[in-house]
């Protein structure tokens, strides 16, 4: 059992200003090697101002399968100021 | 509660209406075990790849090249990881794959059991070999798979660099001596069978195509991927004044496309099952960089241990 280890899930800033976004996961024995190795896996080409790891057990995610999680009971449109008729101006 | 025949449909018009799957959909086990084995055999093909031309980092001719050449290997073990990773959303573990790669039991992409005796050898497989895989990895960014398309879209991105160093050492070796054309020249015709076997057997001698094609696991048939790299690359080696070796190779102006001669499908049989000419020394190579590497592997993990990080 050496070739396994956890899976971190890596996120990427471009440059400051920017959000970090997910790129991709590693395998790594710790988070200060999982950093190494995405910076080797994600950073070794473009700019990169800041990567974060987090250990992917760590993550809450929904289930794709739960579609009802998302589900809207009534119409939403008024959060859209597409759907306000009154002129610009 | 959906019946399976309610959750197959659904899956089918998911894939219809061109969404991507994601890990934790329903899929069928067909449509799993399919993109195991496929996605697998692709990381094995990205960390054996790294061996054929691996072994010119020594000799690269000049600095410039050498830093080059080891960048591009540096891509594909990388390459390999972010496919290994994109078969594990689907159940099966890095080092189960591993595993099955050291000991014979994995196959791979049948280009790399071929050897690698001159320094052009290195510049045709960036040009033709990473041509050939771009067309089908892009192909293959069209899938229906979210991981894999994901892997795919960066791969391409990568690739183009590593088509792109190989295509000028060809050209540095088309514009050099009579010899140094000799040897760009003896590299095209010997790799020109194997890259056209890459993409597969004609859809109608291949077991996995139709399903595959149905699933969107590929969007492309072989005869169209390898077709679709015969138009690109043909006129690009007689622009250099290099020869196709294959005297029925010429342009059919009905079909707008090239016509070429097969590859012999029972070579590529063979030699993706293990009896080609490098496969034994390629394992071996495989093999041994994994035991010299493994204390490697266990200060890493001592290191994590010892800052008290669970296992």
Redesign the interface.
């Given at each position: 059992?050496?070739?396994?280890?956890?899976?971190y899930e890596v996120f990427h800033q471009a440059k400051r200003g920017e959000p970090h976004e997910h790129?991709?996961?590693?395998?790594?024995?710790?988070?200060?090697?999982a950093l190494q190795l995405a910076r080797?896996?994600f950073a070794?080409?473009l700019k990169c101002a800041s990567l974060w790891v987090v250990r992917t057990s760590d993550v809450t995610m929904t289930?794709?399968?739960d579609e009802n999680f998302f589900a809207q009971s009534t119409d939403k449109s008024y959060r859209d100021p597409k759907a306000f008729g009154a002129p610009d101006r | 509660m959906l019946t399976e025949e309610q959750k197959l449909a659904a899956f089918e018009e998911r894939i219809a209406r061109g969404e991507k799957v994601?890990p934790?959909?329903?899929m069928p086990d067909e449509y799993r075990q399919n993109l195991i084995r496929m996605i697998g055999q692709h990381a094995h093909s990205e960390i054996v790849g790294q061996l054929p031309e691996g072994k010119w980092i020594p000799f690269a001719p000049g600095f410039r090249r050498k830093l080059t050449l080891i960048a591009k290997v540096?891509d594909e073990a990388?390459h390999g990881?972010?496919l290994y990773?994109a078969a594990?959303t689907l159940g099966k573990?890095?080092?189960e794959m591993?595993d099955e790669l050291l000991s014979g039991k994995a196959k791979y992409s049948n280009v790399f059991n071929y050897p690698t005796p001159s320094w052009a050898d290195v510049g045709v497989i960036g040009w033709l070999v990473d041509t050939a895989a771009v067309i089908n990895q892009s192909m293959l960014a069209q899938g229906s798979y979210g991981p894999y398309a994901?892997?795919m879209k960066?791969i391409c991105y990568?690739e183009s660099f590593h088509i792109k160093q190989g295509y000028d050492a060809i050209v540095a070796l088309a514009h050099g001596t009579p010899e140094q054309r000799a040897m760009a020249q003896d590299a095209i015709s010997r790799w020109w069978y194997p890259t056209l076997m890459m993409s597969g057997p004609p859809d109608s001698r291949s077991v996995h195509s139709e399903k595959a094609l149905r699933w969107r696991i590929k969007t492309k048939s072989n005869e169209e991927v390898r077709q679709e790299f015969v138009d690109l690359i043909v006129p690009q080696i007689r622009a250099l004044g290099f020869d196709v070796p294959d005297k029925h190779c010429s342009f059919d102006e009905k079909t707008g496309h090239y016509r070429y001669t097969q590859p012999d499908w029972d070579e590529l049989r063979r030699v993706v099952n293990g009896d080609g000419p490098c496969n034994k020394e390629r394992l071996e190579i495989r093999r041994r960089a994994h035991d010299e590497g493994?204390w490697v592997?266990?200060a890493?993990?001592a290191?994590?241990?010892a800052?008290g990080?669970?296992?």
């Open positions: 059992m050496d070739t396994q280890w956890e899976t790129v991709g996961s590693v395998h790594a024995p710790d988070p200060a090697m080797d896996q070794r080409r289930d794709y399968q | 994601e934790g959909d329903w540096q990388g990881q972010l990773r594990e573990s890095r080092e591993m994901r892997a960066r990568e493994r592997r266990e890493l993990a290191g994590g241990a800052r990080v669970r296992a």
